[in-house]
C-alpha cells in the first residue's frame, strides 16, 4: 500500500488510455521491479555529474595552485639579466639594516621607500620596496625598470638597480637628498623657496618631460607628473621620477587610447573625458604643478569653504578670468615677483590648462616660457647649470610674446 501511495502521488497527473485520470490498480510486484529499475537509473543520472563536478575541481585547484606557486616564484615575468644591475635580497637587507623602520623616508601607492647605503656603504640610494601582492605594482615594477633602464637624462631620476626575490620585487635609484619638490612648498617645516629657487626647479622637470616627449620614433607619456613625483638632488636640481604608469607611443599614433590612470587633481580632463592619452595629457599636469609651485598649495583643498577653491586648477582658471589672480599667489612670494616674470610664468601656467590638449603648448615651449621667465627675474642662465639641460638645441623655439603685456601666444 505504502508503495502504491507514493506511485499514485507520482502520477496522479498522468492521462489514462481513456483519457481520464482513473485507471487500474498497479501490480505491487511491478513496482518493486520498477522500483529498483529507477533507483538504479537515478544513481547513474546523479553519480555521472557528481563525478565530472569533482573531476573538474580536482582539475581547477591542480591549475590553481601551479599558478600560485609560479606567481610566488617569479610574480614578474623574467627581465632580461644585463638590463640594470640586479641586488641580491641579501644586498638590499644589508643596505637597509633588515628594512629598517627608523630609515623610512617615503610611502606611497608602491609601498614604501628606503634610505640605504650601498657598495659596502659607500653609496646613499633610496630603496622601493613593492607592497606584497600588489598585482598593479607587479606592472609598475616592470615598466619602471625597462623605462628608466633606456632613460639618461639630468632632469630624471636615475635608476640604479633592482631586487626580484620570490614576492619580493625592490627598486634602487639615486638618493635625492632634498626630498620631493612638495616638501618644499606647503605642509612642511622647510623653509620656503625664493622665487628664483622655484622657477629653475621647473624648469629643470620641464626639460626632464621635454627629453621624454621628443623621441624620434617613440615618445613616452609620464601619465602621473606631480609634485611628489619631482624629486630633489643635493645641489637642488629637480628630477622627474615613478615611471610606472608611463606609456610608449609611437610618433606616427595621435594618441593612445587607454584606462584613465593618473592622481586626482593633476588628471587632464580631456584624457578622462576621452580616454584618449596624449603629450599634452602631461603638459595639463605640469601646468598644475607650476600653479602649486606659485600658490604654495594642494592641487586639492577639501577644506575650502568656497567650492571654487577646491581644485587649484579651476580656482587658479576662475582668478585669471575675473581679474583677482594676485590674491592667489604664495604670501612668502609677495613683492618678490617682478611683474613681468610674473607674468610670463602665469601665462605658460594657464595655456597648460587649456579644455583642449590642441590648444596647450608643447613641454619644448613651456622650457622656453620658464627660461624667459628666469630672465625677466632678472636670473640669466648659465649654460652650464645642472638645471638647464644639454638639449636646448632641440627645442622648437615658435613661441610668440606680445610687446608689454608679457601674454603669450602658441605659434601654429
Not at 14 to 31: A, C, E, F
Not at 76 to 97: Q, V
Not at 373 to 381: C, R
Not at 383 to 411: K, P, Q
Request: hydrophobic share 35%.
Amino acid at each position: 500500500m505504502y508503495s502504491d501511495a507514493i506511485l499514485n502521488g507520482v502520477e496522479i497527473f498522468k492521462l489514462s488510455r481513456s483519457g481520464d485520470l482513473s485507471g487500474p490498480n498497479p501490480d505491487p510486484t511491478l513496482v518493486l521491479h520498477l522500483g529498483k529499475k529507477r533507483t538504479i537509473n537515478v544513481v547513474v543520472v546523479v553519480a555521472a555529474p557528481v563525478t565530472g563536478f569533482v573531476t573538474i575541481s580536482l582539475l581547477l585547484f591542480v591549475i590553481f595552485r601551479i599558478r600560485s606557486n609560479k606567481f610566488a616564484n617569479n610574480s614578474c615575468p623574467s627581465l632580461p639579466s644585463d638590463i640594470c644591475r640586479h641586488f641580491s635580497l641579501r644586498e638590499i637587507k644589508t643596505a637597509t639594516n633588515n628594512f629598517d623602520k627608523n630609515l623610512i623616508i617615503g610611502r606611497g601607492g608602491f609601498g614604501e621607500v628606503y634610505k640605504g647605503f650601498a657598495n659596502a656603504g659607500s653609496t646613499p640610494v633610496a630603496i622601493k620596496r613593492l607592497n606584497p601582492g600588489s598585482q598593479q605594482g607587479v606592472l609598475e615594477f616592470r615598466t619602471e625598470i625597462e623605462m628608466l633602464s633606456k632613460l639618461r637624462h639630468q632632469n630624471l631620476v636615475s635608476l640604479i638597480g633592482y631586487c626580484q626575490d620570490n614576492k619580493e620585487m625592490i627598486l634602487v635609484y639615486d638618493y635625492m637628498a632634498h626630498g620631493t619638490l612638495r616638501d618644499h612648498l606647503y605642509n612642511t617645516s622647510s623653509p620656503p623657496l625664493q622665487w628664483e629657487q622655484r622657477l629653475k626647479m621647473c624648469i629643470g622637470a620641464a626639460h626632464g618631460l621635454h627629453y621624454l616627449h621628443r623621441g624620434p620614433n617613440h615618445t613616452i607619456i609620464h601619465r602621473d607628473v606631480k609634485t611628489t613625483n619631482i624629486l630633489v638632488s643635493e645641489k637642488w636640481v629637480a628630477k622627474v621620477s615613478d615611471f610606472g604608469l608611463s606609456k610608449m607611443n609611437d610618433v606616427t599614433n595621435t594618441h593612445i587610447s587607454t584606462a584613465v590612470k593618473g592622481s586626482f587633481g593633476y588628471l587632464d580632463p580631456q584624457y578622462y573625458r576621452l580616454q584618449k592619452l596624449t603629450e599634452k595629457s602631461d603638459v595639463y599636469s605640469f601646468g598644475v604643478v607650476l600653479f602649486e609651485v606659485l600658490c604654495a598649495r594642494a592641487p586639492i583643498d577639501r577644506t575650502a569653504e568656497d567650492h571654487m577653491q577646491i581644485s587649484l586648477a579651476e580656482w587658479a582658471q576662475h582668478c585669471y578670468n575675473n581679474g583677482s589672480f594676485d590674491q592667489i599667489i604664495d604670501p612668502f612670494l609677495q613683492g618678490k615677483i617682478k611683474l613681468p616674470s610674473l607674468l610670463k610664468f602665469r601665462e605658460v601656467a594657464i595655456s597648460c590648462l587649456s579644455s583642449e590638449g590642441m590648444k596647450r603648448p608643447t613641454m619644448s615651449e613651456v622650457v622656453y616660457g620658464l627660461e624667459l621667465a628666469l630672465k625677466l627675474q632678472g636670473i640669466e642662465i648659465n649654460g652650464n647649470d645642472e638645471n638647464h639641460a644639454n638639449d636646448s638645441s632641440s627645442i622648437d623655439y615658435h613661441v610668440l610674446f606680445t610687446s608689454g603685456s608679457g601674454s603669450m601666444r602658441v605659434g601654429r
